[in-house]
């Protein structure tokens, strides 16, 4: 189960940073949108940012909340009481930060996507697999 946490944390990561590339694309090279959600002057370059930012933005949300799920099952069943901590605190201030991002993204433009601050979750159940993937020490016995 450890290794599925792993993979999907890593999944996360990527569909995250692809979503967040698309956007600094669509940003620096100032790629505009018919009212239909088309690039205004179709290139290759709009058509790649757009679809790395569209599909990393929906793919994101529920890879997020699998990774955040497994990673609160996992250490749960191991009895790691601060690592549980640990993800549902950044699974609060994601959520939080993804409410900031929809505000600033609704008053401005932005090269960073909305979905940024999910990548905390992920960075946290990676932590937790590279360093915190002891099992529970073992109770010892005062004999």
């Known amino acids: 189960m450890r290794q599925a946490l792993l993979i999907l944390s890593l999944l996360t990561l990527v569909v995250i940073a692809a ?5 600094a694309l669509i940003y620096t090279q100032g790629i505009t949108y018919n009212p239909d ?6 290139s290759t370059l709009a058509t790649v940012a757009t ?4 599909a990393g933005g ?10 955040f799920i497994l990673g609160l099952v996992l250490t749960i069943q191991r009895r790691q009481a601060l690592w549980s901590l640990a993800i549902g605190v950044a ?3 994601a959520f939080i930060g993804l409410l900031g991002m929809a505000w600033v993204i609704l008053s ?3 090269p960073v996507s909305f979905c940024a601050p999910l ?13 915190g993937s002891q ?6 016995s005062a004999a």
Do not use: K
């Open 119 to 131: 990548a905390l979750v992920s960075l946290t159940t990676l932590a937790y697999c590279l360093l």
């Open 91 to 93: 699974g609060a201030l």
């Open 58 to 67: 929906v793919l994101s949300m529920p890879l997020t909340l699998a990774t």
């Open 108 to 110: 401005a433009r932005t």
């Open 51 to 54: 679809i790395m930012s569209g």
């Open 37 to 42: 959600g088309l690039p205004a002057n179709p």
């Open 19 to 23: 979503a967040n590339i698309g956007d």
């Open 135 to 140: 099992s529970a020490a073992a109770p010892t």
